[in-house]
């Protein structure tokens, strides 16, 4: 990965890590460290997000992960002028987008976006990528995703607007 | 069913330099005193807010050691949903009268970062959303606005006729924050943005200061009621013909809703109607939770006033506004009267039912609709006042 996209470590007073044990989210926390991006898959192969007790699809109660293609598009967004979190204060005016996941419609993640603030339109297709916040934790983030939508692999290289 | 027998409620301002228990204590005596009812014969509160308990109550109104109490669910939708709640308590026989109370320091004290931690679904807040900046109603509200916006063409110029509407009833109403303080369109439009496209005017004030509502049977509908309801029962009360809540779908997380226009409001209102016998267009007014400008295009959709998508178009049109064809939150609501929860609200509506409401009473007021919003889009809709004499007829204007 190339320099990070958003300036959130080495800040005083600190970023406000999420509990990483957390029996609900720590294979998701996992899956960032590697720069996987992980969804929940019940029993019947139902995809939901964000990780319930049960599948909200048909109530199975057996849960597994499963890695999603990290491309997507803007559903919608705010750009978050002033916040009472003192970590994000330096940041604003900051972007924070709902991305819907292009091969998996319905299922949409919560984002901190590195976008133009006044070049947002629904439908931009984003991309996910996973700032290295601390040695324990990797946050995913969403950049522009120029690339034609295909299933070869490829790297994740950041796009500018 | 219930009837309203009083209301009551502090000075709204942002340095109270009043506790907490006092200023609830404060707004319950005015309410007791309103409906004519001694604390002593009162059998039931439920204290909102989220730092009012009922051992506030019973020290400060001095009730007995017995009173029956129960909470709704936190967030906004507390005030409208107590009604419904009070509504169970005494159908069932549990208290006779209930005094709901909402009390806070809102501004000078506990502000809404922190009061927002109270809401469920703590754990994809803390998970999810914080690590992203994204921590409060205006934020989590601004990403629907803009949605709507993107879907249906709802402008900023629409969000502004919504303020401008609030705080021109606020001229109007003494007790309002903003009154005395007019707000014209250029200064909405230079007001500093909080998270786009909400700007400092598209949201609620911040409010010390208390609001209470006394509730007692209905004449005849319970005979086996407690006494406490006889005793407050009084030529004044105001009919709740009825009262509806409800959650939207995915109700502790907005993003992976399917339907992000759907809310608890959608569920509500049409039981809400049902229930009362009357449709949308027999309301003489509208008291809708407007946390945010947006919200109340967004739930005068939602319960049924326009179609969805015309919300925007029937605000710009002046309807909502002193002489329009659905007046909307007469005393200035949350964004210019004060944020009492939407207490006020129902405060308000029974004001203009009783013909009490002084500069701003309507001509016609005699069934008001009022809404609850909260945590995340959970519902409720009130309907207060005498049903039409005739049947009702839906799409016909009264």
Same mark, same amino acid.
Request: aromatic share 8%; glycine share 10%.
């Given at each position: 990965?190339? %320099? !990070? @996209? =958003? &300036? #959130?470590? *080495?800040? %005083? !007073? @600190? =970023? &406000? #890590?999420? *509990?990483?044990?957390? @029996? ?138 | ?368 609709g009022v809404t609850g919003w909260g ?18 007829a839906r799409g016909v204007s009264a």
């Amino acid at each position: 990965m190339s %320099d !990070p @996209p =958003f &300036p #959130v470590t *080495d800040r %005083d !007073p @600190p =970023f &406000p #890590v999420p *509990d990483l044990a957390d @029996p609900d989210f720590a294979p998701f926390w996992q899956g960032c460290r590697q720069e996987r991006l992980l969804v929940r898959r019940c029993g019947r192969g139902h995809l939901s997000w964000p990780p319930r007790p049960a599948c909200p699809r048909c109530q199975d109660l057996s849960q597994d992960w499963q890695q999603v293609d990290g491309a997507g598009w803007l559903y919608s967004w705010t750009v978050v002028h002033r916040t009472p979190l003192p970590a994000f204060q330096p940041l604003t005016p900051y972007v924070v987008g709902v991305v819907e996941l292009t091969a998996h419609p319905g299922l949409r993640f919560l984002g901190r976006c590195q976008c133009d603030p006044r070049q947002l339109r629904i439908g931009t297709p984003l991309r996910v990528t996973f700032e290295h916040v601390t040695a324990e934790f990797s946050l995913p983030l969403w950049q522009y995703d120029n690339e034609p939508q295909d299933n070869e692999p490829r790297d994740n290289e950041p796009r500018g607007a | 069913m219930i009837s309203i027998q009083g209301v009551g409620e502090t000075a709204y301002s942002r340095r109270s330099g009043r506790s907490v228990p006092d200023l609830g204590a404060q707004a319950g005596r005015a309410a007791l005193a309103d409906a004519g009812l001694a604390a002593e014969q009162l059998d039931g509160v439920i204290p909102l807010g989220g730092a009012l308990f009922t051992e506030d109550l019973i020290a400060g109104l001095g009730l007995s050691s017995r009173v029956f109490d129960a909470s709704p669910a936190p967030g906004g939708n507390a005030a409208v949903s107590a009604l419904r709640l009070a509504d169970s308590m005494i159908d069932s026989g549990s208290a006779g009268s209930v005094l709901i109370v909402l009390a806070r320091n809102g501004y000078s004290g506990q502000r809404i970062d922190s009061r927002a931690r109270l809401l469920p679904g703590q754990q994809f807040r803390t998970q999810l959303e914080h690590p992203h900046g994204w921590s409060v109603p205006a934020q989590w509200y601004a990403m629907i606005c803009r949605r709507h916006m993107a879907e249906y063409g709802t402008t900023k110029a629409q969000l502004a006729a919504v303020a401008l509407s609030a705080y021109q009833y606020a001229q109007a109403n003494p007790r309002a924050m903003r009154h005395g303080r007019p707000l014209t369109r250029r200064q909405y439009d230079e007001a500093d943005m909080i998270a786009d496209p909400y700007q400092r005017y598209d949201c609620c004030l911040e409010t010390d200061g208390a609001a209470a509502v006394l509730v007692t049977a209905r004449p005849g509908s319970r005979p086996g009621a407690r006494p406490g309801a006889a005793a407050g029962e009084r030529r004044r009360g105001v009919p709740v013909l009825a009262v509806e809540t409800a959650r939207p779908p995915s109700p502790d997380d907005l993003t992976n809703r399917a339907d992000w226009h759907h809310i608890g409001l959608t569920d509500a209102a049409p039981a809400a109607y049902e229930r009362a016998g009357v449709a949308p267009s027999d309301l003489d007014a509208a008291m809708i939770y407007d946390c945010f400008t947006f919200e109340v295009i967004h739930q005068l959709e939602e319960a049924g006033f326009c179609p969805r998508g015309a919300g925007g178009p029937f605000a710009a049109s002046g309807a909502l506004a002193p002489g329009g064809a659905l007046p909307v939150n007469t005393h200035g609501g949350l964004l210019a009267e004060g944020h009492l929860g939407g207490l006020n609200h129902v405060i308000e509506a029974v004001r203009q039912l009783r013909g009490e409401a002084g500069d701003r009473q309507l001509a016609r007021a005699a069934l008001i609709g009022v809404t609850g919003w909260g945590d995340w889009g959970d519902g409720s809709m009130a309907i207060l006042g005498q049903p039409p004499a005739r049947p009702p007829a839906r799409g016909v204007s009264a």
